[in-house]
């Protein structure tokens, strides 16, 4: 092996291996194992989230396929609508083009032609990231048979009346001129007003006061509400009141929905502007007046004197007229959140339109009866509760996009606007018995992306038609999810699932928590926050990650990005190799809702890999010429049992780490056993054996034959997380001990073997652990060298532990570097020693000549006094009320956390001082 570890030549190297060797394609076993890689957006890149949900999946598939299961990572990518359409639509901007200028089958072929240069992208950085998928089989949510089981899926629901074309409230995106979906609206804080308007009551001198964010919209105005027990207005329920600068009068309404405990308890109704006001309008038969254009201009419903404004523009004139009238009660500063379109950045608009729309209600009941009955599974469980609460309060779908970049509907319509629907034009001829003369237009808007991802899991799988791969991997196993499209995707899933196939799409869906920064902040591109889990992989260099995070950002935004990454990546970013990015990635998947990217963490994790590797190293160069093991006896030695006995406690805990889904308990439990017990100690312990001339061919064949034994054992147990290192180091293991085969990814994962479990071995280690550490422990508060031999005595103590000391006896020598081991009588007092105590054995380590009395002795007061003369100051800081006051908090919290620090470290001082000055 190679003397340094360098992820990036053999990463690339065995994932070309794998792939050309089609590993990761099903095998022919009868069990069946099946994951749906939620298809990332053909435009994008990975981001830490992604890579996050695929080193979870990767891990999964590699350990079913370890347990001889026939596998499918079903590869794919999403066509997503309006992010592609918005991509190519700026690359005509700069050629001073609009995609009506191309018109739609050459815009839609320019898109094809930008997706097939750019698709690639993605897919690299998949493979990047080990990703074992099943390449053969890679979809795309346009394909030809994936867009023919679309339509057909439309059509059918349209038959059964699940789906209907209506007029009702959508989020427009004015610059777009699209609806869009709630996950792609951002709410963004923001400082604003309340402007109190008022309206004067019809035949009276009264006048209600309404309070409201968006004064432009009281010109949609149909009502004004108040809560029918509220005292202050019963008398005015049923009356009129005449809507400032128009010539309309509209109702005053009572409706339980009204709090009558904010601002004045009336509020304006607006049900063709507002969602909350859209349902108390649908419950009271209220008029819905539409006072926009798609651009959000004011329209011909609102009066002469706005039409034509653009709606800020119409609020400044509104709110100078009402004052004029004497009707602007009052102006308040007041914090609102503003709904902004994920990709335009513009504010959006609940806006009244004419959309395709799929009756969600009918399908949500048999989707919440399965989880119900067991069919799937939630993990954790208490996203069970949020599903449940969806989907009982589900509305209607709104499936269309005013889009030319997608699953075009397959809605036609005749002249008199009468709609017509089959996957084609022919068809539909065909099914409504329409002559070839009749004329018939296309429907121009497509699907929401939703609509076809939410058949993902079986259209993928060959449906409609009934396949052999649908039959073998359908239902899949498990889904990796974040909870922020619980709703969004899964809840579809399921639906649709049912509807088409009779069966859930997925038995088990793990939520996943969202990745977010070291102080817990949300990564986003304007923060400046964001990592690229390939720059973590292969590295980057500074200038190239400022360049990388401030494109595309406004100039505003551009220094302080800048600034903060010049601060926090100061020789920009390392290459730790995709092993050490995946381990981090599983440890922090805990249960929770927010995970904690911190690179100190991948930093440890590439010293692992590290570690792994120079282990590895010292066993091949103790073994490569001496595998004798075979040609006679082996005898194992205490550690050699210990060893193996803790191999299978891991093995044990692994696998059920794995069922659980507890991801961060799976990587503490290999690394705790590869790091602290086969690394740290039985390597160590294997040396006496190995080197000593006393001992015996047998135990070093059992020595050797351990030492690879539970190496390989250790590569096939880490291997799902960490593919690539495992891969290589068990290439050079396997061979030495008569294992064949091509790769790890064949080998079974390993099973756990109660036989091999030794209680004595584990507890007569566990003895000798302590001893050593009590050893280690005295050499460190009495500052002498580790590598200086030491005399030890023993006193008091059990017979166990004589016995322990006898069968151990150059074990502890070689260990804790000991020049003699003698037992003192029980009568006996030690000579002047260092002690430790481990249960009732006492250990003494006697001091003369060990140290130099007057030099340790000075150079232990003078660093007390030097610590004594940084506290004081401290404290001069802390006890003045100036600096306390003046100061941040965290600034005066930090010294405060500073001075118990050196006051701790001034009494452990003391008290090795004592301790020495006492053994000395």
């Known amino acids: 092996m190679e003397k340094t570890y360098n992820p990036q030549q053999l990463e690339k190297r065995w994932y070309q291996a794998w792939e050309t060797a089609g590993y990761f394609s099903p095998n022919g076993a009868t069990d069946a194992y099946c ?38 990572w079903q590869a794919g990518t999403d066509h997503a609508g309006i992010a592609t359409q918005m991509v190519v639509e700026r690359q005509l901007a700069k050629e001073n083009l609009h995609r009506r200028d191309l018109g739609r089958d050459a815009f839609v072929e320019r898109v094809w032609d930008w997706k097939g240069q750019s698709d690639g992208t993605i897919k690299k950085q998949l493979r990047r990231m080990g990703a074992s998928l099943d390449w053969t089989r890679e979809k795309f949510t346009l394909d030809e048979d994936i867009n023919d089981a679309v339509l057909e899926v439309f059509e059918t629901l349209y038959d059964e009346g699940l789906i209907y074309r209506g007029k009702r409230l959508v989020n427009w995106d004015p610059s777009l001129l699209t609806a869009i979906s709630d996950l792609e609206v951002v709410s963004t804080e923001a400082s604003g ?32 509400a108040v809560h029918p027990d509220d005292e202050r207005y019963q008398h005015l329920i049923g009356k009129q009141i005449r809507l400032p600068l128009t010539d309309r009068v509209i109702p005053i309404i009572s409706d339980d929905q009204v709090d009558p405990a904010f601002g004045t308890g009336c509020v304006k109704i607006t049900p063709a502007h507002d969602f909350n006001d859209y349902a108390m309008g649908q419950r009271h038969g209220l008029e819905m007046i539409n006072i926009f254009t798609p651009t959000a201009h004011m329209n011909e419903n609102t009066p002469e004197a706005y039409r034509g404004m653009a709606r800020f523009e119409a609020r400044e004139k509104i709110i100078q007229d009402l004052k004029t009238q004497g009707l602007l009660e009052k102006i308040v500063p007041h914090t609102l959140q503003i709904p902004q379109g994920e990709r335009s950045g513009v504010t959006i608009e609940p806006y009244l339109t004419d959309q395709w729309y799929v009756k969600a209600a009918v399908l949500a009941k048999p989707a919440i009866e399965a989880v119900e009955r067991g069919e799937i599974k939630f993990v954790p469980e208490n996203w069970r509760k949020t599903y449940d609460q969806w989907l009982e309060n589900i509305e209607d779908w709104c499936i269309s996009r005013q889009l030319w970049w997608g699953h075009r509907i397959p809605a036609w319509y005749d002249a008199s606007g009468k709609v017509y629907v089959g996957k084609t034009a022919a068809l539909v001829r065909e099914k409504y018995q329409l002559s070839d003369d009749f004329a018939l237009t296309q429907d121009e808007d497509v699907l929401d992306t939703w609509f076809s991802a939410a058949l993902w899991p079986f259209v993928t799988l060959g449906w409609p038609n009934q396949t052999t791969e649908l039959e073998k991997f359908y239902p899949t196993n498990v889904l990796v999810t974040g909870f922020d499209i619980l709703f969004f995707w899964v809840a579809r899933m399921v639906m649709m699932g049912i509807k088409f196939t009779g069966k859930v799409p997925f038995n088990t869906v793990y939520v996943t928590g969202l990745i977010r920064d070291s102080e817990g902040k949300k990564m986003s591109k304007s923060k400046g926050n964001v990592l690229d889990p390939i720059d973590l992989v292969d ?3 500074l200038e190239s990650l400022i360049q990388k995070r401030t494109y595309g950002m406004m100039q505003n935004n551009v220094q302080e990005i800048e600034k903060t990454t010049r601060r926090d990546y100061p020789q920009g970013i390392q290459a730790f190799g995709t092993d050490a990015l995946r381990f981090t990635y599983c440890a922090l998947a805990n249960t929770g809702r927010d995970i904690r990217f911190d690179m100190g963490r991948i930093e440890g994790y590439r010293n692992f890999c590290n570690k792994l590797w120079n282990a590895a190293r010292y066993v091949l160069m103790n073994t490569e010429s001496k595998t004798d093991f075979e040609s006679g006896p082996c005898e194992l030695s205490l550690p050699d049992r210990w060893i193996k006995s803790k191999l299978q406690e891991t093995i044990q805990k692994s696998t059920e780490a794995f069922e659980q889904y507890r991801f961060d308990l799976l990587a503490q439990t290999v690394y705790e056993f590869a790091w602290n017990e086969y690394c740290d100690w039985y390597l160590e312990l294997s040396k006496p054996v190995l080197t000593h001339p006393s001992t015996p061919p047998e135990k070093q064949r059992g020595t050797r034959h351990t030492l690879l034994y539970v190496l390989e054992n250790l590569q096939r147990l880490i291997h799902p997380l960490m593919p690539f290192i495992t891969e290589e180091i068990w290439h050079k293991v396997a061979p030495m001990l008569g294992i064949a085969g091509d790769s790890i990814m064949q080998q079974s994962y390993p099973k756990f073997d109660a036989a091999e479990l030794d209680q004595k071995a584990c507890d007569d280690i566990e003895w000798f652990k302590k001893i050593i550490l009590t050893i280690r422990q005295i050499r460190g508060e009495m500052n002498i060298a580790p590598g200086k031999p030491l005399p030890i005595l023993m006193h008091k103590g059990t017979e166990l532990d004589r016995q322990r000391v006898q069968e151990n006896n150059e074990f502890l020598k070689t260990l804790a570097k000991l020049e003699t081991i003698e037992w003192l009588p029980e009568n006996q007092t030690p000579p002047p020693s260092a002690t430790g105590l481990v249960d009732q054995l006492e250990l003494f380590i006697p001091m003369a000549g060990l140290i130099d009395q007057e030099q340790e002795s000075a150079r232990l007061q003078k660093e007390i006094a030097k610590l004594e003369k940084e506290l004081e100051k401290t404290n001069l800081k802390l006890n003045n009320p100036n600096y306390c006051d003046k100061e941040p908090k965290d600034v005066v919290e930090k010294e405060k956390t500073r001075a118990e620090e050196m006051q701790a470290a001034i009494a452990k001082l003391q008290s090795k001082l004592t301790v020495f000055l006492t053994a000395v």
């Open 35 to 72: 994951i749906m890689l939620p298809p990332p957006n053909v435009t994008g890149t990975l981001h830490m989230g992604h890579g996050f949900q695929v080193s979870l999946m990767d891990a999964l598939i590699r350990y079913q396929r370890m347990q001889g299961k026939s596998t499918l």
């Open 193 to 224: 007003f309340l402007w109190h308007l008022r309206y004067p009551v019809v035949n009276s001198d009264e006048s209600l006061i309404v309070a409201t964010t968006r004064p432009e919209t009281m010109l949609g105005d149909t009502a004004v």
């Open 539 to 541: 590295g980057i260099d």
